[in-house]
């Protein structure tokens, strides 16, 4: 597959299924916090698999509309009132979808784009008044093992995620980013910003050890390019991430959302 913008992973259903099983039941919370109307105009920017898309276009009903845009749109679903638009949203060139929004939701897109806080101020200008944004990074911390059948296991689980991080940081992924977002909604002139965080335990063959093993083994290649050990990553690969007795932190997520006033 061609990806058009230099995005550090491919869109395939082995990474975006377990990123969904993670994320969907928060991202719904958030929604029904929000309580976006029937009848809205809604964008998706970012939208992977779709399955935000799908959760707006329930939201916005025969009434409204929504918009999804991604790089890579092969896995966005089509229905009635959403439209697909294929943009790199890192061109800095105006969003394909027109404004104003009533709602804009992004998940796991700008901490990879260089022209995060531009983006965030794009999207903060496309709002309606009132109209909600709603952004949610992943921010990189140190590994946890919560248990593990070894300490040799534990050590390799903590050098290959490690290892994962800084490769998606030489890929200029901000893995601080999260963390920035709620100010750089505020300096938007966002109002009610509030910042949620969200993480859980994952246990080996359970689908966030399958999240982590699609990561690795989508960066294999360029982790063993820059120096890491390429029996390290195949024990986490091959054992690690199946390993029942393995118990692991999940990626951290932080969700923030503002208002336009
Ligand atoms: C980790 S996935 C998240 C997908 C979806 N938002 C979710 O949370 O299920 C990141 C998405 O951002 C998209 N993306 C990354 N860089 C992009 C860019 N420069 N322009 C447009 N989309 C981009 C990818 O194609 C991918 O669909």
Same mark, same amino acid.
């Given at each position: ?47 992977? #698999?779709?399955? @935000? ?9 025969? +009434?409204?509309?929504?918009? %999804? &845009?991604? *790089? ?52 903060a ?10 952004? #949610?990074?992943? @921010?990189?911390?140190a ?6 059948? +070894?300490?040799?296991?534990? %050590? &390799?689980? *903590?050098?290959v995620l ?5 490769v ?24 009610e ?31 063993i ?7 390290d990553?195949?024990?986490f ?25």
């Open positions: 597959m061609t990806n058009l913008a230099d995005y550090v992973f491919h869109n395939v259903p082995a990474q975006l299924t377990p990123l969904q099983e993670f994320l969907d039941p928060f991202t719904r919370g958030e929604l029904a916090e929000i309580q976006p109307a029937a009848g809205g105009h809604f964008l998706d920017v970012g939208a992977g #698999g779709g399955s @935000v898309t799908r959760m707006l276009s329930e939201l916005a009903g025969e +009434s409204g509309r929504v918009d %999804a &845009v991604d *790089q890579d749109t092969h896995m966005v679903p089509e229905g009635p009132n959403i439209t697909i638009h294929t943009q790199d949203l890192s061109s800095g060139e105006p969003l394909a979808a027109q404004g104003p929004f009533d709602l804009v939701h992004g998940r796991l897109l700008t901490h990879h784009l260089e022209n995060r806080v531009e983006f965030v101020h794009r999207l200008g496309s709002l309606k008044p009132g109209g909600w944004l709603l952004l #949610g990074e992943f @921010v990189r911390s590994p946890k093992v919560v248990s593990a059948p +070894s300490e040799h296991h534990a %050590a &390799v689980f *903590q050098r490690d290892g994962l991080y800084d998606m940081t030489a890929r200029h992924t901000h893995g601080g980013w999260g963390h920035e977002v709620h100010r750089t909604m505020l300096d938007a002139g966002l109002t910003v509030r910042t949620r965080w969200h993480y859980e335990s994952w246990t080996g063959g359970g689908y966030g050890c399958r999240l982590f093993e699609n990561n690795v083994s989508q960066k294999r290649d360029a982790m390019e820059a120096g890491f050990d390429a029996a990553i195949d024990l690969l091959k054992d690690l991430m199946h390993n029942p007795d393995m118990v692991v932190r999940s990626h951290e997520f932080v969700s923030i959302r503002g208002r336009r006033a």
